[in-house]
Structure formats: structure tokens, C-alpha cells
């Protein structure tokens, strides 16, 4: 579905360091500064013996720390052939700018362990990933305090359980053991609401954009996201919760969905249910019978629509297909998913882009509240929902008592229904969405010099940093 490097031109790490270096050309801070800013603080390699089928086979690991001017830092773990450091480091990097631009205080850190996690058992996953949090732990790169992983690709709440498993049996008087890793499962201390939220991020910013009118008009997109035709690349938890939520609760056309197989497409609009459920029992979406199936997914990139959703791997729009992309509007869910070339010749076309350091951040927030949540060692309502129930439920005595008519039951039961921690993350994921989306529209008006909202979010992030960093010194 995509590839690490653009072929011919730069590599995901120099993409996230040119943008940086223009972002701080454009604010005009010193040189120390900018090395400070574009430096990764610190990088583990770690190579480890695992019993796989009788023999011992090697695996090699990396965690990166870009900055910890905020600690703990943050950032996912993934699983998968074509980890590398230098990945690792520019994901590390997105990570600190991402945190700073929907206000979460953390630095910025990212992991990988190189394996397919296809190849392997149940019972070999742990084993490997259990022995690759003890490595991290030993080393510092995994606490409560300082280092705190999440799901990334390849991997998820199974794998962040083994590890906080791993944490607390090393660390047995920890009493926040629970918050040393994030997406963990609901029953060993994850929030609700986490396995959704990289994918409610992307429609919640996808929503802003449409609430503004000037913003969507740049685009020659009217109206709200109804009706509106999506491609969407890559099934997987993100690209599945978009396109599930787009589809349901905002009634915009799922077109077509693009898979490591191939791609389905129907312009009346995809069952993404039924398709992830297809995919899920045949390991692909070939022989879907809610669509027409196209074997070279690469041209579906291509298709007529208005909003292209990648939501796999990083660099998959590139100088060789950039010309041909045919949205209005690109929403990265993906890390990096549109090159540093093909960014600047969609720039040129007119195509607006929602950056993926932006676009796909309601992972780490509500990674953040999960984080919160385990510290405070009590879920997010628990105190308040009977008390607002109770309320509601004053209110509507007073409203028929005073009219003499009887409140209808469908708002009867939404004003005596008391938030529970489902309501209460996805509002503080909407609303940290729509804050951070404002702040980067408003930086992109404010100066003739920025001209996209890629470069709005790092001025942005880096000005946040910046002050971060004199204040408490580099």
C-alpha cells in the first residue's frame, strides 16, 4: 500500500526536517534553536534472543526520545518488516510537534521492534513482546514517569496489556504501573473510547474544516461532509473508524476503500461494516459483493472524489502520482503519507491537505486521558453522573410545572442521562480537535508567508516548543 521512501527523492525523516527548517526560517529564531528543535535526544537499539519453535531467533528494536521538554514523553509501538531508526526518529519528532499542537503535554518519543507479526502465534507474541518491554523497561524507556508507549501499527491493546503485565510484575509497589503504557484493554485499565480515536480525530477535524466556510470555499468544497465522496486507504483501526463514522453518523459516500489486496469501489457508497467484516474473514477485500473490485489499488488513489482519506503507510503520494490525484481535500490520517515533493506540487494544484501531525492526533489525546485516568485511579464520571441526572431531572419537573405540558421523552431522556466516560472522552476529543484546527487556521491567516496548513501546524508546534525551551533552557 506504500513505501518507507519516496523513490528519487527524500526520506520521511529529511520530509519532517525540511518542514521544520521553513517553519523556523518563517518565525526567524536562531540557528541554536533550530538544532535544539531538529535533534533526537536520544535513540535505544536493542537486539534480543526469543525460543521461537525449538531454536532462538533475534529480534532488534528500537525507541526513540525526540525531546522531553514535557515529560513523560509519548508515542506508539509498531510491528513490522521495514522498521528502522531513521523511522523511528522521524515518527519520534511528529510526535513532539503533534503533542504541542492539540496542547498535550507530553515530548515526543516512538518505537518499533522489526518482525511480522503475521508469522508469529499468540503464544510467540508474547513471549517476544514481553522480552521487548523488559528491554525497554531496563533501560529506562518505558515508566509511568518518563516513557510511555501506545499502539501503533502492528500492533494493539493485547500487545500494551502484555506489557503493562510486564511492568508491574517488575515493579510490583508502582501503584501507577497502570499508566506506563496506553490502549491498553478496558479491563486492565484502558479508557473507552481509545480504540476508536485516531479515526473520531479525522472525522472531528474533517468537521471543523466543513464548519468553516472559507475554508471549505479554498477548497471548492460547499456545504457540510453529506454527500460528500470519500476514498479512503487502508482498513485498518483508523481507516476503518473514519470511514465508519463519515459514513454513519455524517452520511459522506465511502467510495471506494483501498486494501493491501487491491480496492472495492462503489459510487452509491460502501457497507463498511460488511467490508471490514469481509476482510476480516478472507484476509483481503477481493471477492466483496458490495462493490467492483480493482486488483491495482494504486490507481484508486486516483479516482474522482472529494476527500482522499490515506490512512496506511507514509509515502504514498508522491511525484509519480501527485499529478493525477483528483481530490479537493487530503485528511493524513497516516504518518506521513504525502512526500515533501508531492506536498508541494498538490500545494501548487490548489489541493488542500489536513496534516497528519494535526489530522490523525486524537490517538495521543485520548492516550492522554487514559494516562490521566490511571493516575487518578478512578474513571472519568464516576463522581458526577448521578448528581447531573439527578439535575436533569429537576430541570424537567421545573419546565412542566411551569407550562403545564409534559417534556417529550426523547429530551426527557437526554437531560436525565448523566455523561458516562464513553461521552466524556469522545467531548474532550471534540473539542481538543476543534481548538487545535481554529489555532491552526487563525496562524495560517495571521501571516502571508505560511500557505498551507502543514506549515500553520509546525509554526505553530515550534513556537510552542521554542517557549517551552527557553524557559526552562535547552
Known sequence: MGQKHAVGGVSFRESVDHMVDHAIDIMGLDDGLREAMKACHSVLQVSFPVEIDGRAEMFTGWRATHSDHRLPVKGGIRYATQVDQDEVEALAALMTYKCAIVDVPFGGSKGGLMLDPKRYTRDQLEAITRRFARELIDKQYLSPAQNVPAPDMGTGPREMGWMVDTYRRLFPNDINYMGCVTGKPVEHGGVRGRNEATGRGVQYALREFFRNEEESDR????GDLSGKRVIVQGLGNVGYHAAYFLSREDHALV??????DGAVINEDGLDIDALSNHKLAHGGVEG???GIFEPDGSKVLELDCDILIPAALEGVITTDNAASIKANLIAEAANGPVTFE???MLQARGVEIIPDAYCNAGGVI???????RNLAHIRFGRLEKRFHEARGQHIISGIEMASGAQVPDWIRDELVRGADEFDLVRSGLDDSMRLAFREIMDKRRSNDAIKDYRMAAYVLAIEKIARSYRDIGY
Open 219 to 222: 477548497a471548492g468544497l460547499k
Open 255 to 260: 467510495t471506494a476503500v483501498i486494501e493491501s
Open 288 to 290: 466483496f459483493q458490495g
Open 342 to 344: 508531492a506536498d508541494a
Open 366 to 372: 485520548v492516550s492522554y486521558f487514559e494516562w490521566i
